[in-house]
């Protein structure tokens, strides 16, 4: 058997000059250079990740193992993501006014992943997917429309949140992202539909002896999680919303393992019959366990002829012992009880500001500072994982790299914490207390991943190269951090629901007068008045920007179906939550600091009867999903039409999606929120603006006319319909805005 010294012996293949340009890359500095010195080196990585990207997919051994789903059906087929990381360039770019679409269909059909959520979209008949020869046609044409824009593009140093620059660096990120999601989705194809590769083998040293785990003490520290918010400062690169924050976190002395659990640690806890034990797992563990059928061993564990194996990217290898063991959250919990039961004393997994301790103590650099990676991360190493004692750093192993670590941490926003525009919903659904946070990186973990303030964040029960340090010490509770602040969201919250929110004694309704009417219940009776009054079919209707979706509820006690539509997953994370769990929360300013917790329950407003046909849809309006159509009722919601990148093309979109003889109610102020985005191309313009030919001002209803004629006809218009804003406890911003309703004509 080799031995610890074989293994530390043991390299990596030589690379190929083409291996090194893919596998040694780092992530953009975004704050030296000159102008052209960045846009050649953005351009070279742009390339590069495009490159890896298609490389990964070219372990596909058939068109079948694009089309098939995942074994457990809870992500979209590989055909998707091939397709989606090249829309994702154009769809930001679209959203940002930088440039124009390339092919619609694609770009919506490729647009929105899934993370399990309600508003996730996996019904398989709302797709049509291409075959792969058609997507990677569009990928090229993609690839050259962004190489164009790159090379074009007007920007200045450093590359800030509101540069032309930040959405192509946005893009190479979240492709560098799924290359790493889509590597576990291709390990969980059958054999039959993968093909070994020579650029994705695996680290030669599998069969070396495991070494005995052991603790090392860890001195009292500081662990800083967050990125610099100031991104002008020397160095910065790109960084994702949730890392960013000035956070300093102080952490008692503990003890953790000096290497990662390997796959023959694990074998102690699998034969002890673990997995069996429920005392080790928690009852949401429990409920993931049953749903899969009671696993026995790790997900990626095989017996073959009597003895355990490991399937890799695309092959099933004798197990290499001294590889790290992957497993989920739940299961990573579950073998630190049963340490905890077994060796006495109480063991759990790092937090993160623990790991930025180890980071900043036996590594320290970053990953745009690295010489070479410290460690088996980057794909500087290997394209696998490898023995947990090859790579030393400081007092232990593998602090960076391998395969990541899971956290006690849940996932949540910084002191500071702001959404980006043009991804808005990136971290935000992940603040919700079922997502943890992983760190330090993994083999195939590069660019944004593979840097020490990388906060990424999977629900507990998903699989990805990521593995165990245990902690012995005090239990910790790191929920202290989990808040889930959105000003926006919260504001809208109230705007919805705050007539009717749940008085001190959490059973009663404490009824809450506002100034006027509640727009989004009051917007509601309008529209079933306008169906009455018209005699219009209620069959399925649409609530366009919907927000927090009480107006999608309130409608849906007169129609069939009502379907809530948002640009953007944040703001249908109320709605949902009242499907859901019958409850939402949220906060409202008070004054300076101070704010209120508020709290509504669903069935003070008659949500569970309308459950069953109420669903909310994350969709660009301007470029909506082929599934949501046949409506007999469109609500344009108060502020959607504003806020629509390009309204004529949405409200020319409006007689696709509506059968004959269909109501659209329209809520407007006519107030364009990207007006000065607009400013240069007036010809999407609907009002404000002078008419060319008699010089008048053009106003809504006539630029509402101007597109709406040919399909609708006017029916009528209330020019003067109140809405009042909530700002905090005490004040609003009131207002009007004009509701203007239409009938299809043919």
């Known amino acids: 058997m080799p031995t610890h010294a074989d293994a530390a012996a043991a390299v990596a293949p030589p690379m190929s000059p083409e291996e090194a340009r893919l596998r040694r890359t780092k992530t953009v500095v975004t704050t030296s250079g000159t102008v052209e010195e960045k846009r050649q080196e953005i351009k070279a990585y742009f390339n590069n990740t495009y490159d890896l990207f298609e490389k990964l997919y070219e372990c596909l051994a058939c068109e079948e193992a694009f089309q098939r789903k995942p074994v457990h059906e809870l992500r979209h087929p590989h055909i998707f993501y091939y397709g989606h990381t090249a829309s994702f360039f154009i769809n930001k770019l679209?959203?940002?006014?930088?440039?124009?679409?390339?092919?619609?269909?694609?770009?919506?059909?490729?647009?929105?992943?899934?993370?399990?959520?309600?508003?996730?979209?996996?019904?398989?008949?709302?797709?049509?997917?291409?075959?792969?020869?058609?997507?990677?046609e569009y990928r090229d044409i993609a690839r050259a429309h962004m190489n164009k824009y790159i090379d074009e593009c007007e920007f200045t140093i450093p590359i800030q949140f509101n540069s032309p620059m930040w959405p192509v660096l946005m893009g190479i990120e979240h492709e560098r992202i799924h290359l790493e999601?889509?590597?576990?989705?291709?390990?969980?194809?059958?054999?039959?539909?993968?093909?070994?590769?020579?650029?994705?083998?695996?680290?030669?040293?599998?069969?070396?002896?495991?070494?005995?785990?052991?603790?090392?003490?860890?001195?009292?520290?500081?662990?800083?999680?967050?990125?610099?918010?100031?991104?002008?400062?020397?160095?910065?690169?790109?960084?994702?919303?949730?890392?960013?924050?000035?956070?300093?976190?102080?952490?008692?002395?503990?003890?953790?393992?000096?290497?990662?659990?390997?796959?023959?640690?694990?074998?102690?806890?699998?034969?002890?019959?673990?997995?069996?034990?429920?005392?080790?797992?928690?009852?949401?563990?429990?409920a993931w366990m049953e749903l899969r059928g009671a696993p026995t061993h790790p997900y990626f564990w095989r017996k073959e002829n009597g003895d355990w194996c490991l399937r890799t990217l695309t092959e099933v290898i004798p197990m290499p012992w001294a590889w790290p063991c992957e497993v989920n959250n739940h299961e990573a919990k579950a073998f630190c009880n049963w340490k905890s039961a077994k060796a006495g004393g109480h063991y759990r997994l790092l937090t993160e500001a623990e790991w930025h301790v180890l980071q900043e103590r036996n590594v320290g650099e970053d990953q745009f500072e690295w010489a070479e990676a410290p460690g088996n991360v980057n794909l500087e190493k290997f394209t696998s994982a490898c023995p947990v004692d090859f790579n030393k750093q400081g007092e232990f192993y593998d602090v960076v790299g391998n395969v990541w670590q899971h956290t006690e941490t849940p996932t949540h926003p910084l002191k500071g914490y702001a959404p980006h525009a043009l991804y808005d919903d990136f971290s935000m659904p992940t603040f919700d207390g079922r997502h943890n946070i992983q760190v330090g990186g993994a083999w195939i973990s590069t660019g944004n991943e593979a840097t020490k303030n990388a906060r990424f964040a999977f629900r507990r029960h998903f699989y990805q190269p990521i593995g165990i340090r245990y902690v012995k010490g005090e239990a910790v509770d790191e929920f202290k951090y989990f808040f889930a602040p959105d000003p926006v969201v919260d504001q809208y919250s109230q705007f919805h629901y705050g007539d009717k929110v749940v008085a001190a004694n959490g059973r009663d309704i404490a009824e809450r007068k506002e100034t006027r009417d509640i727009f989004p219940l009051a917007i509601a009776e309008h529209c079933k008045a306008i169906m009455q009054k018209y005699k219009a079919e209620c069959g399925i209707a649409a609530d366009i920007g919907c927000r927090s979706g009480r107006t999608s509820f309130e409608l849906a006690k007169t129609f069939d179906q009502v379907q809530g539509i948002e640009t953007s997953a944040r703001y249908i994370i109320p709605g949902c939550q009242m499907r859901e769990v019958s409850q939402i929360s949220w906060t409202v300013p008070v004054a300076g600091v101070v704010s209120e917790t508020r709290r509504a329950a669903a069935p003070f407003f008659g949500i569970p009867d309308v459950v069953h046909n109420t669903t909310f849809w994350q969709s660009d309006p301007t470029n909506l999903h082929p599934h949501l159509k046949g409506y007999s009722m469109v609500l344009v919601n108060l502020n959607l039409l504003e806020r629509t990148s390009n309204p004529r093309t949405f409200l020319t979109d409006l007689a696709r999606i509506t059968n004959k003889g269909a109501i659209v109610v329209i809520a407007s102020t006519y107030q364009w929120q990207d007006f000065e985005a607009l400013r240069d191309y007036p010809e999407l313009w609907l009002?404000?603006?002078?008419?060319?030919?008699?010089?008048?001002?053009?106003?809504?209803?006539?630029?509402?006319?101007?597109?709406?004629?040919?399909?609708?006809?006017?029916?009528?218009?209330?020019?003067?319909?109140?809405?009042?804003?909530?700002?905090?406890?005490?004040?609003?911003?009131?207002?009007?805005?004009?509701?203007?309703?239409w009938r299809k004509n043919a």
């Not at 070994?196 to 662990?223: I, S, Y």
């Not at 509402?704 to 700002?727: C, I, R």
């Open 94 to 136: 679209v959203l940002g006014g930088f440039t124009t679409r390339i092919n619609p269909i694609y770009e919506e059909m490729f647009a929105i992943g899934v993370d399990e959520m309600q508003w996730d979209d996996l019904e398989a008949t709302h797709y049509d997917f291409p075959e792969s020869s058609d997507v990677k």
């Open 181 to 286: 999601t889509s590597s576990v989705l291709i390990r969980e194809l059958p054999l039959d539909m993968v093909k070994p590769h020579p650029f994705w083998t695996n680290c030669p040293a599998q069969d070396t002896e495991a070494p005995k785990n052991e603790l090392v003490k860890v001195a009292p520290g500081v662990g800083k999680p967050g990125r610099n918010p100031n991104v002008s400062e020397h160095p910065a690169v790109y960084g994702w919303d949730c890392d960013y924050g000035d956070v300093e976190r102080e952490v008692a002395e503990f003890e953790a393992s000096k290497y990662l659990v390997s796959n023959k640690e694990m074998l102690e806890f699998v034969e002890d019959g673990g997995y069996a034990a429920k005392q080790y797992w928690t009852e949401e563990a429990q």
């Open 687 to 741: 009002s404000g603006y002078l008419d060319k030919e008699t010089d008048e001002p053009v106003s809504g209803l006539d630029g509402l006319k101007n597109v709406m004629g040919p399909a609708f006809d006017l029916l009528e218009t209330d020019a003067a319909f109140p809405y009042s804003l909530p700002l905090t406890t005490t004040s609003n911003v009131d207002g009007t805005c004009e509701v203007s309703v």
